[in-house]
């Protein structure tokens, strides 16, 4: 079954540090997310993308971070100057056209700022 | 008008007895209803999805009953078993793709053998 994979599984990075989360979608999808669960809270949606851009974005998402389509398969979200308060599981999802809106996620990535 | 409310925060229920699991909302834009099952360390898994032109759908032990005009919804585990022990999220959405999801505050099942 396809799915979505990111790498790294657990990042821990010093604060101020720039981190870059990647992520594979699945390969027939056009829409990209990236959500982020801060421990023991609910998933939280940051930004979607399509067609290279962004499509969609939430407060959360200010100019800290970016995102980025780098090639044909890959799909990045960059956060600059990290924070304490950015340690959170960052989860990357995807979903495709003729199935509704089925987001499918990834395993996520653990950011951990110290 | 965005949110969805999810109750209870969790739950603890004996094997084989029946895990229920309510959310509402109150955007009328959405119209597709997946719940997600999320383990520790994992990522939200799609468990069952419900579009409102019905008002239940089975499979298998998972059972959603959906109720257009309450706007409320609900997840229904059958026969709970402990690997069933998770965090499940109820999510809505518009049925158009690209859509965001949003997510309820989802609840905390542990089901004891």
């Known amino acids: 079954e396809p799915e979505v994979t990111q790498t790294p599984s657990h990042q821990v990075t010093q604060m101020g540090q720039e981190v870059i989360l990647r992520c594979v979608p699945i390969?027939?999808?056009?829409?990209f997310y990236w959500y982020r669960q801060i421990l023991g809270q609910k998933v939280e949606f940051l930004v979607s993308?399509?067609?290279?851009?962004?499509?969609?974005k939430s407060e959360i998402f200010d100019d800290q971070f970016s995102v980025e389509r780098p090639d044909g398969s890959n799909f990045t979200l960059k956060i600059r100057s990290t924070k304490l308060e950015d340690s959170a599981m960052y989860f990357c999802?995807?979903?495709?056209?003729?199935?509704?809106?089925?987001?499918?996620f990834g395993e996520g990535s653990w950011l951990t700022v110290v | 008008q965005q949110q969805v409310k999810q109750s209870p925060q969790s739950l603890i229920v004996q094997k084989g007895g029946i895990s229920i699991i309510n959310c509402a909302y109150e955007n009328t834009a959405f119209d597709y209803f997946p719940w997600y099952q999320q383990f520790p360390g994992k990522g939200p898994a799609l468990l069952i999805a419900i579009r409102p032109d019905v008002s239940e759908k089975k499979e298998g032990r998972f059972t959603i009953s959906f109720n257009k005009s309450a706007k409320q919804f609900s997840l229904h585990i059958m026969d709970s078993q402990p690997g069933d022990s998770a965090t499940y999220f109820c999510?809505?959405?518009?049925?158009?793709?690209?859509?965001?999801?949003?997510f309820g505050g989802g609840t905390r099942v542990l089901v004891k053998p």
């Open positions: 999802a995807s979903s495709g056209t003729g199935t509704g809106n089925t987001i499918y």
């Open positions: 999510a809505a959405i518009p049925w158009a793709a690209g859509n965001k999801l949003t």
């Open positions: 993308f399509y067609n290279n851009e962004i499509s969609e």
């Open positions: 390969s027939n999808h056009l829409y």
